[in-house]
Nanobody
């Protein structure tokens, strides 16, 4: 059974940092692309960052480039999202996905496994 579980969300002041973690199980982690997406209240879900299975292919949305870093630890079946210089507009529920098949370097959608999300609130 494929499982994807996010953690690390919380309340942070603007300019602060958070590190999101996504632990997975039930599939061959190193064979699939991983991605982080977010959905703010009243808005559509949007891609934040994706990382190919090799770890070399990385995509970031323009709004987070230079501030967020996606990384993976294949030994721990975990993907991370390091978020720095947070802004109020980063407030959203953040979702981790394994092979979501949406966007660049985000896989082909065979697994299409999503977590339940973790809330990030940035206060100004």
């Amino acid at each position: 059974q494929v499982q994807v579980v996010e953690s690390g969300g919380g309340l942070v002041q603007a300019g602060g940092s958070l590190r999101l973690s996504c632990t997975t199980s039930g599939f061959m982690f190193d064979q699939y692309a991983l991605g982080w997406f977010r959905q703010a209240p009243g808005k559509e879900r949007e891609g934040v960052a994706c990382l190919g299975n090799s770890g070399r292919d990385i995509w970031y949305d323009d709004t987070v480039k230079g501030r967020f870093t996606i990384s993976r630890d294949n030994a721990k079946n975990t993907v991370y999202l390091e978020m720095n210089s947070l802004k109020s507009e980063d407030t959203a529920t953040y979702y981790c996905a394994a092979d979501p098949g949406i966007g660049r370097y985000c896989g082909v959608g065979i697994l299409d496994a999503w977590g339940q999300g973790t809330l990030v609130t940035v206060s100004s």
